[in-house]
């Protein structure tokens, strides 16, 4: 057993929100108890005891929207790459570097990116891949760093025509015979490794493909796309179909209550509705539309909605603090309401996630309550001021960030002790994965 004691623990149960000088009890990959830390020490006096120093005690961070195959693209420079717009962005950065990526490569990138998450406090990740280099068996080599670094994760691979039809189906492919993968894995009942059927965007998509996705998805999953990511993804759809994205995805029976839509910043309320109607989760990404000025979604109408809406990453960081930082302002920002996205955004980091989680999950994630999954992180993060729990998400947003992290749990076992990691070499990896990047480099600049 693991007792995670002496500091504020933030439960995220609305029955007992905050508990002052608290612990949580973790055995079996689950939270056993919670309570006061005295009470708990006495109970269980020889549980491996993990020091909060004072600290949060939280539930780790959930990342709805990753990007893998982007972990070798900082401080990349593409010769030629001068981007005008969108589309240049994906076609001179995004299709260059996946077009060049084996598998060797795609796991290193995995494993700089869960590293990179482990040290942010986010052990679940639902990541969208794309590697057109080397396809076939791409998702296994993720699998493979996921569990070797030990966390959670829900993998696709982006089912695309832009390299032609034949890759278009290899990835349909690799799509299900993982998915094949993980239903044998759940049966044995590991619920670390979940998977969906991953699409690009509708753009990228023609009907055939559409046609051979349904046609090949086996039961149980869902999708996860790119929708009106960019203005272009409306207007081909307007141009070439008669319809918008979210009523084509709709006639090709897309959504539904598996169905995971990144973005969706050029979407009407008539496409809100149809997404609400069908169950459909929509995740917002703040950094990456603003880096790559796409434009500011309609989030806060969409959560109006009632539409499950979470908050991802899109590569952009791998820190969900700073993600809810920045969806915050870029709402307020927009509406020209400083009031804006107070509730909203808090909700989708700390209620959606776990819920879009849940959809794919067995084992309850986002809370620190009994039976839930002992997936916890301590920060060193003390107040100058007063907390209760009607100010914790403001504590959050104003005084922590990624790096506060401390401590990573996720089903009870330690990834990170004082900023130490305990499943790997870390210098070791990060080192590899360097070589992995100058590799990467040499081959697309020749």
């Known amino acids: 057993m693991l007792l995670i004691g002496n500091g504020r623990v933030v439960t995220r149960d609305p029955e007992m929100p905050m508990i002052e000088d608290g612990a949580v009890l973790c055995e079996g990959g689950l939270i056993k108890e919670v309570g006061k830390l005295s009470e708990l020490k006495n109970k269980y006096p020889d549980s491996e005891f993990a020091d909060a120093h004072g600290g949060f005690i939280m539930p780790a961070f959930i990342n709805a929207h990753e990007h893998i195959y982007s972990a070798m693209a900082r401080g990349l420079s593409i010769k030629g790459y001068d981007p005008k717009g969108f589309l240049d962005i994906l076609d001179g950065m995004w299709w260059t570097i996946d077009r060049n990526l084996d598998n060797e490569l795609t796991k290193l990138s995995a494993k700089a990116t869960y590293i990179d998450c482990i040290k942010n406090g986010c052990t679940t990740i639902f990541d969208h891949h794309a590697s057109?280099?080397?396809?076939?068996?791409?998702?296994?080599?993720?699998?493979?760093?996921?569990?070797?670094?030990?966390?959670?994760t829900c993998l696709c691979y982006e089912i695309s025509d832009r390299d032609g039809m034949e890759k278009s189906k290899e990835a349909i492919k690799e799509n299900v015979d993982f998915i094949n993968h993980v239903k044998k894995l759940s049966d044995t009942g590991n619920d670390m490794v979940k998977a969906m059927m991953?699409?690009?965007?509708?753009?990228?998509?023609?009907?055939?493909?559409?046609?051979?996705?349904?046609?090949?998805?086996?039961?149980?999953?869902?999708?996860?796309?790119?929708?009106?990511?960019?203005?272009?993804?409306?207007?081909?759809?307007?141009?070439?179909?008669?319809?918008?994205?979210?009523?084509?995805?709709?006639?090709?029976?897309?959504?539904?209550?598996?169905?995971?839509?990144?973005?969706?910043?050029?979407?009407?309320?008539?496409?809100?509705?149809?997404?609400?109607?069908?169950?459909?989760?929509?995740?917002?990404?703040?950094?990456?539309?603003?880096?790559?000025?796409?434009?500011?979604?309609?989030?806060?109408?969409?959560?109006?909605?009632?539409?499950?809406?979470?908050?991802?990453?899109?590569?952009y960081t791998h820190d969900m603090t700073e993600s809810y930082k920045v969806a915050n302002i870029l709402h307020k920002h927009h509406l020209c309401d400083p009031n804006a996205a107070w509730s909203e955004v808090p909700e989708m980091l700390f209620e959606g996630n776990a819920r879009i989680a849940g959809r794919y999950f067995k084992t309850p994630l986002g809370k620190l309550k009994k039976n839930y999954a002992a997936d916890v992180i301590i920060t060193d993060y003390i107040p100058p001021t007063p907390v209760n729990e009607g100010n914790i998400n403001s504590h959050i947003l104003f005084g922590m960030n990624g790096r506060s992290v401390i401590t990573t749990i996720c089903a009870g076992r330690i990834l990170m002790k004082d900023r130490q990691l305990s499943v790997c070499d870390e210098e070791e990896e990060m080192a590899k994965v360097r070589e992995g990047a100058e590799r990467l480099a040499r081959r697309i600049n020749g």
Do not use: Q
């Open 132 to 152: 057109f280099g080397e396809i076939r068996g791409s998702l296994f080599a993720i699998e493979e760093a996921a569990s070797e670094l030990g966390v959670r």
């Open 198 to 315: 991953g699409m690009h965007a509708s753009f990228t998509i023609s009907d055939e493909t559409m046609e051979n996705c349904l046609k090949e998805k086996p039961e149980g999953v869902g999708f996860h796309i790119h929708v009106a990511e960019g203005i272009y993804d409306l207007h081909k759809c307007l141009k070439e179909h008669g319809k918008r994205i979210t009523d084509r995805l709709y006639d090709w029976n897309i959504l539904g209550e598996k169905t995971l839509l990144a973005h969706c910043i050029y979407i009407n309320p008539h496409e809100m509705d149809l997404i609400k109607d069908t169950d459909t989760m929509v995740v917002h990404n703040p950094e990456s539309n603003m880096g790559n000025a796409c434009g500011c979604p309609p989030t806060m109408e969409i959560c109006r909605k009632g539409i499950l809406t979470g908050l991802g990453t899109d590569g």
